[in-house]
């Protein structure tokens, strides 16, 4: 059956430096790869979305990577601040032709930046 | 305007119980899910609608729970015999559908069955 991973449950940096999270996933590549981000009591909000013939996609201090070889999308906050402290979700969609959109969710990363 | 709004935002019910849980998705967009997230676990599908019908319900544990749309817009989620470990948060997303993927997420509802 299909894994996804997020590397860390906690990832703990300091203000003004870059975050970067892990979503490994094993078997089949999805069709495209989003990540969200989650307060607590919050429903996941929607940062990003890469396509599997795409290799990077930015938004402002936000890029996302795809490697459909290494099986694997890095997420990277530049510039990271306080209000970043969230959990961060990957979603796999793997229905190609479709548009369904149903998501496989991560067990999501919890980052907490430190001033 | 408005998001995705979800009532109630916390049910408690008795074992053995019948709930319904309701979900207003954004205006216009057609196509609606609900999940299903536990403590420190990603959100997990439980069902599809695009417009009136179920495109996919594959993600619902049993034949207890059930989700209806009779309109293309307001859906409730409808969970019989409620036992322990359905205890959790139920969130539902909404999109434009036709191509667009990026879901927008309600607060969620918080179920906690006793």
């Known amino acids: 059956s299909q894994k996804i991973e997020q590397n860390s449950e906690a990832l703990n940096i300091q203000e003004g430096k870059t975050a970067t999270l892990t979503c490994n996933y094993t078997n089949y590549s999805p069709a495209y790869l989003q990540w969200y981000r989650q307060d607590p009591g919050r429903g996941p909000v929607f940062l990003l979305l890469i396509r599997e013939n795409e290799k990077e996609k930015r938004k402002e201090r936000l890029k996302v990577t795809f490697d459909t070889t290494l099986k694997q999308s890095l997420f990277h906050i530049t510039a990271s601040q306080p209000a970043d402290s969230a959990t961060y979700l990957c979603?796999?969609?793997?229905?190609?032709?479709?548009?369904?959109?149903?998501?496989?969710f991560g067990r999501g990363t919890q980052l907490t930046v430190w001033p | 305007g408005a998001g995705v709004s979800q009532t109630p935002s916390n049910k408690v019910t008795e074992k053995g119980k019948y709930v319904e849980l309701r979900c207003d998705p954004i205006?216009?967009?057609?196509?609606l899910y609900w999940y299903r997230q536990s403590l420190g676990q990603g959100p997990e599908f439980l069902i599809y609608f695009q417009g009136t019908g179920a495109a996919d319900d594959s993600g619902l544990p049993n034949d207890r729970f059930f989700a209806v749309r009779p309109e293309g817009s307001v859906s409730t989620l409808k969970i019989q015999r409620t036992e322990r470990g359905d205890s959790a948060v139920y969130l539902c997303?909404?999109?434009?559908?036709?191509?667009?993927?990026?879901?927008?997420f309600g607060p969620g509802t918080r179920l906690t069955v006793t």
């Open positions: 205006s216009g967009h057609t196509a």
């Open positions: 997303a909404s999109s434009l559908g036709q191509g667009n993927y990026e879901q927008y």
């Open positions: 979603a796999l969609d793997f229905d190609r032709g479709s548009t369904l959109g149903r998501l496989y």
